[in-house]
C-alpha cells in the first residue's frame, strides 16, 4: 500500500481526469466513482486532494461511508501548525448547540396542531378551537422566522451556501410558509372574526393554515435528504 505525502495528495484532486482521493485517520481512500464528488468536490464544502479527518467531526454522517470506497494508501500528514478561522468556531459552536434542529422543531410540530385543531373547528366552530388555532399558528410563524435565521447560518457554516437542489428547495419553501403565514395573522389582526367568516376572506384564512402544512412538510423533507440522504 503506498504511502502519500500531504502535498502528494494534492496532485489526486479529481480534475483534469485525475483521480479523487481523501485521506481520514491516516488513511486515504479513492472517491472517484462517487456521483458526490464530481470534478473534485462535496456540496462546493469539501475537495478532494485533502485530509478531511477534522472536517468529518461536522458532517451529518459518520465514518462508515468510506466502507464503499476502496482505500488505496497511507496518509503521511506534514507537521504545521493550525489555526482555527472565525468560520471554525461559529461551526464548532454549532455542533456544540446545535441552534437549527434546536429551532426547527417547535414551528414544525405547531403547523400540524394547528391544522389538526382548525379541522375540529370547521367540524364544530367554537371561540375555544379558534384561539388555540390561532395561538399555535401564531407560534408556528414567529418559531418559523428564527428557525429560518438558524437554517441559513448553518447552510453557511456546514454547507458554504451549497447551491445543491434540496439545499434550495429548503430555502424557498421555509421562505414561502413564513411569508404566507403573516397573511392570517394580519387577517385576524384587521378582523377578529374572520375564522367564523364564509366569505372569501375566511376561505383564505382556513386555506392558508393547510397549506403551511404542506409547505412545512417538504421543507422538513428535504432537511432529512441533507443530513441523511447522501454519501460522500
Same mark, same amino acid.
Do not use: C
Given at each position: 500500500?503506498?504511502?502519500?505525502?500531504?502535498?502528494?495528495?494534492?496532485?489526486?484532486?479529481?480534475?483534469?481526469?485525475? %483521480?479523487?482521493?481523501?485521506?481520514?485517520?491516516?488513511?486515504?481512500?479513492?472517491?472517484?466513482?462517487?456521483?458526490?464528488?464530481?470534478?473534485?468536490?462535496?456540496?462546493?464544502?469539501?475537495?478532494?486532494?485533502?485530509?478531511?479527518?477534522?472536517?468529518? !467531526?461536522?458532517?451529518?454522517?459518520?465514518?462508515?461511508?468510506f466502507e464503499h470506497y476502496p482505500c488505496v494508501g497511507v496518509f503521511i500528514p506534514s507537521?504545521?501548525?493550525?489555526?482555527?478561522?472565525?468560520?471554525?468556531?461559529?461551526?464548532?459552536?454549532?455542533?456544540?448547540?446545535? %441552534?437549527?434542529?434546536?429551532?426547527?422543531?417547535?414551528?414544525?410540530?405547531?403547523?400540524?396542531?394547528?391544522?389538526?385543531?382548525?379541522?375540529?373547528?370547521?367540524?364544530?366552530?367554537?371561540?375555544?378551537?379558534?384561539?388555540?388555532?390561532?395561538?399555535?399558528?401564531?407560534? !408556528?410563524?414567529?418559531?418559523?422566522?428564527? !428557525?429560518?435565521?438558524?437554517?441559513?447560518?448553518?447552510?453557511?457554516?456546514?454547507?458554504?451556501?451549497?447551491?445543491?437542489?434540496?439545499?434550495?428547495?429548503?430555502?424557498?419553501?421555509?421562505?414561502?410558509?413564513?411569508?404566507?403565514?403573516?397573511? %392570517?395573522?394580519?387577517?385576524?389582526?384587521?378582523?377578529?372574526?374572520? %375564522?367564523?367568516?364564509?366569505?372569501?376572506?375566511?376561505?383564505?384564512?382556513?386555506?392558508?393554515?393547510?397549506?403551511?402544512?404542506?409547505?412545512?412538510?417538504?421543507?422538513?423533507?428535504?432537511?432529512?435528504?441533507?443530513?441523511?440522504?447522501?454519501?460522500?
Open positions: 500500500m503506498q504511502q502519500l505525502s500531504e502535498e502528494e495528495l494534492r496532485g489526486y484532486n479529481g480534475r483534469d481526469g485525475m %483521480p479523487a482521493y481523501i485521506a481520514y485517520n491516516g488513511k486515504v481512500y479513492d472517491v472517484t466513482s462517487s456521483k458526490f464528488w464530481k470534478e473534485g468536490t462535496h456540496f462546493k464544502k469539501h475537495f478532494a486532494g485533502r485530509d478531511l479527518s477534522a472536517e468529518m !467531526a461536522n458532517a451529518p454522517h459518520s465514518d462508515e461511508v507537521p504545521t501548525i493550525t489555526t482555527i478561522d472565525k468560520k471554525e468556531r461559529y461551526r464548532q459552536w454549532y455542533v456544540k448547540y446545535h %441552534p437549527h434542529p434546536a429551532a426547527v422543531h417547535f414551528p414544525i410540530a405547531l403547523h400540524y396542531f394547528s391544522a389538526f385543531a382548525d379541522g375540529l373547528f370547521l367540524a364544530n366552530p367554537s371561540t375555544e378551537y379558534e384561539a388555540a388555532v390561532f395561538l399555535s399558528f401564531l407560534i !408556528a410563524t414567529v418559531m418559523g422566522f428564527f !428557525a429560518l435565521i438558524s437554517g441559513v447560518f448553518s447552510w453557511w457554516i456546514n454547507y458554504n451556501f451549497s447551491a445543491a437542489k434540496p439545499f434550495l428547495i429548503k430555502l424557498i419553501g421555509a421562505l414561502f410558509t413564513l411569508i404566507i403565514g403573516v397573511i %392570517p395573522l394580519i387577517q385576524k389582526l384587521l378582523n377578529p372574526d374572520v %375564522p367564523f367568516s364564509t366569505g372569501i376572506d375566511g376561505i383564505m384564512y382556513h386555506s392558508i393554515i393547510f397549506i403551511t402544512v404542506i409547505s412545512i412538510t417538504i421543507v422538513g423533507y428535504y432537511g432529512g435528504k441533507i443530513t441523511w440522504g447522501a454519501r460522500v
